[in-house]
């Protein structure tokens, strides 16, 4: 596993946009993400993946708020963040592994087996 560099988060007012940026992952990694951890010493928690056909699945939080997608070209995945609430703060790490078909939208079994965590971006939403 590799770590990723992620960028693009800071303050925001409520109701505001933010896209993340994630650099990085191998090209034998089939399945990539985001993830939130609220405070420290809390889990992180999936946001959002896509898998390399193009399939994504979403926190239910994030369904019709953010989007999630892949650049392969630049091995750069992003999430596009709209509509932000206070709820959404935190700090934001993306995260690739080769997971079995059909488990890329499990980002609470496949997250756990990532272990090369970035530094993440911290995301700061106020009301």
């Known amino acids: 596993q590799v770590p990723l560099a992620e960028s693009g988060g800071g303050p925001v007012q409520a109701a505001g946009s933010l896209r993340l940026s994630c650099v990085g992952g191998r090209q034998y990694d089939n399945c990539a993400g985001w993830f939130r951890r609220h405070a420290p010493g809390k889990a992180r928690e999936g946001v959002a993946s896509i898998d390399t056909d193009g399939r994504t699945s979403y926190a239910d939080s994030a369904k019709g708020r953010f989007t999630i997608s892949k650049d392969n070209a630049e091995n750069t995945l992003y999430l596009q963040m709209t509509s932000l609430e206070p709820e959404d703060a935190g700090i934001y790490y993306c995260?690739?592994?080769?997971?079995?078909?059909?488990?890329?939208?499990?980002?609470?079994?496949?997250?756990?087996?990532?272990?090369?965590w970035g530094q993440g971006t911290q995301v700061t939403v106020s009301s």
């Open positions: 995260a690739a592994l080769h997971v079995p078909p059909g488990m890329c939208s499990s980002t609470s079994w496949w997250g756990p087996l990532f272990d090369s």
